[in-house]
């Protein structure tokens, strides 16, 4: 993950017409007919959707989207499992790309969107569309992931949207998990790279009647070492029209041209670079007087908004768990999760916290990417992400990553970013360049003053008017 | 005769007429007045033995017939009982059905246009005490003249198998503050019912009599709601000239907020909120014991109904208390509507927690003031924030409609769609949270007991087909989602007749069947699958 700046697109990059979408749409000036959800229509100017030639030709009606989850004509028990989430209407990038997914001949789609806009949701759906339940041992759907939490969240996805879907069987092909005996026996599998090749060279993983293809995180596996061979390899194990959906929050140029050849003829949806940063996240950071009053500050920083779960980023493992320690005694119930964990002990310190026993995350960055829990409302950086060799530069891409964790679904989201000493402050200062935002300075000196200024920061950020058009489908 | 009696001794042979003729006549007394006299006297004992047997069979037989007669009149009774039990359970439910139905919140045409705020006297004590009605306690009893009797009546009226609906609304009458604990089963039930139906014939009259400006009751609640702000003032002005206070207030506010943040799900673990309650608590005792030497004000002020006097064995009947407590408390109640609305409205099992420590902390006796909660403090702010449980109604799809459904503005811009659905998802998991509380085991008072979640189901649910909103519907389902068990263990089959109401009829003649109107439904399978509660 040290290489990912290296492969975000600069904002000026853009194409310099790619102003901020003109605020409509949000219920402001016509509440009157917020019911019948106008404002999606000016959603084309926040996601790009380039068809692929072939359905260029046709002028296909599909690319306007649809503006409910009954337009797409999904079965009764897809959509009863999504009213059972609160889902009630698409996000932006499902209203764009489930029509393309889901249409006949299947096609393959890029999709490009930023964390928390319901990436997760339109390739499930896509699965449980295209899975025929009557088969249920007989594997049709494949999703690879670059963590196994990430397998384990989007396993749990499937599940709950099709928790009315009988005879829905979903395996997670990660370390640990598969029986040996009786290798995949399920409709929908996720898994990782690594996995997935194992199971498949053992004949434990019948691939020959696969219809879709899911890469999550789809820069990052396809980019990294390793992992990208080995997407590969898989993808030349299955059959040859398989249905090939890539989709990640960052696509940089280098990673697009590979995705391209790996789905070719795709239809592609992007989001535009300034939307990047979610627009609902109120973006701060805490002036610290030195290093050693970071403990201190942090325990106080949670008595000054409502804070549901939060996670905090740090580097090392040592001042993870003297966080922890900290954080303990001042009440708060903790998780770490860092590379000293391993696999099933993982699983189940993540569940914790998902589940919501423990509010507060501690992590390196093994969590940076796609963990989606829906109630993390602030996000620290506790040291500022850094990458290069002896931690030289600052990490943007990471930091963008890290706050995606927060605001999720267009609620509201805060992140503090923690500043000790001239590095640190610089390194903050060109992320915060990078992509052109303002960050907003604490002290905490007079916590009355920081506590009213947190508040309105807060207020302020979940007003500005392209908040909603580019946070969520409203 | 020879022959005929069952129980005939053989060895006696000279009494016996079977003996042989011949032995008769040889026999040389036989014609002695002596012997006549003993054979006399033999039929008569034969005659007699004869006859009690006789008479033993046939009263045993009586006795057996008495005992059919008996058995059969008893399978009959049996019948007949089983038969008005059912009849009883059907009317009841009935009963429920009614008196939901007849529960229409007011129409409210203007946001100030207060639902009957809590019409049945609440809770037990001086609340009752009503501005509407100071000295009748019940809400069906409270309303004014303008009670329609069509309306109000058939819910109350058809319930009548035999004894038990008048003995339900005595019932009512001699024990409104304690649904709670007697809600079980039918009694329960009984005592329970018959209250939304109580305040409905309010609602019902201002709808069909009296139209909007018929009722210009202020609401109690939105003052109270502006008392807290001007508290806020009056604590930030007595900062500037009291060092001490501002030195404090400011680290038991955040301290207080950090609190109520760390509360966590339980999953079956006791004790997991042990630390945090207790630090609440004890910033509580702080704020009472006044170090801050803060201002003393009436507390008056943010109660619904004013407690003019002292109450016998109350901790607190000064008539005031230190001003930084109740403001504390505000923080309190302003921390836990802040944790519903961003952390519940994510994932509403999170609320629970919360309802727990609300209900824990407010009924804490030295937290009473003349024997009764503060809690208003809080309802004033749910008032504000989620309006649709105390009966206001609006449509989506007017300014003034989404004002009096409390659809969130921003900057003077409505907050999205989802944003706002997230709120009313917390809010009616929060509401739900503190309403539906156990208190049977505690020694306390429940600050807010489940009677106030009937009303508020009742208020949304008897909603005029017309004006149903996704508002109403999302609330409803985070208000029934996951409090489905305790519903029912509170007031048992009148609580399946009201999630029958809300989850399938109330969907069913919604009019546009959207998706906050089908997640009901979907509600519903749900309940029915894992719960195995068919409510169809």
Redesign the interface.
Known sequence: MADLASRISKPSDAPASDAPAPAEGNGTEQPIDDGLNRGLIESSYDVEVKLSDLQNDTDNPLASGVSSFEELGLSKQINDGLLAMNFKKPSKIQEKALPLMLSNPPRNMIAQSQSGTGKTAAFVLTVLSRVDFTQPTQPQALLLAPSRELARQIQGVIKTIGQFCENLIVEAAIPGSISRETGVKASAVVGTPGTVLDLVRRRQFDVSKLKVLVIDEADNMLDQQGMGDQCLRVKNMLPKNIQTLLFSATFPDKVMNYARKFAPNANEIKLRHQDLTVKGISQMYMDCPDESKKYDILCKLYGLMTIGSSVIFVKTRESANEIQRRMEADGHKVSVLHGAYEGQNRDALLDDFRSGRSKVLITTNVLARGIDVSSVSMVINYDIPMKGPGDREPDAETYLHRIGRTGRFGRVGVSISFVYDRKSFEALSQIADWYQIDLVQLSPDDWDLTEKKVQDVIKSSRARPEYAPSALGN | MAGSSPHRPPSYHRASPSRSVLEEIIDDDRNSEARHKYLLEAAKREHDRIREDAERVYREQLQREEAQRLLAERRKEEERIKLEEQLAAERTRLNALRATKVAIPPPLPEPQQPAPPTPNGTTPAPKSANARAPTQTNGATSQPATKPPGVATPGLQVSKPSAQAPAAVPQKAAEPARPATSALGVGGLLSNVPQPNGDTSTAETSRSAAPPPAQPRPDRYSEIHKNLKNLRKFMAEQAKTNPILKERM??M???L???V??L??S?GVAG?NR??QQ?IVKLMREALSNQVQSQLMDPNEFLLTPRKNPVEGAAHNEPMLPSVFLYLINIFAK?AI??F???A???P??ADPIGVCVAATLSEPDFLWRGGSMIDILLAKFRIVCPVLFGYRGS????QG?QRLGWWK??????????H??RM?GLGAGFAAISLRKFMAVKKENPYPPRHYWTAMARIVNTPSAEIS?TQCVVLKSMVENYEQKFIEFYGTAALAALRMALVEFPARAPQK???V??L???A??LKRDAGLVLG
């Open positions: 400011g680290d506010r955040r301290e907020r950090k609190s943040g760390q966590t799900v999953s997991v630390v945090q630090t921390a802040s944790q609305i961003n952390e409205g994510a994932r099992e999170t989506e799809k007017t300014e989404r921003e900057n003077g811009r409505w907050v999205t769609q989802q944003q659905m997230d998802t996704d959207t998706a906050a089908n997640s439904d979907v509600l399978q749900l």
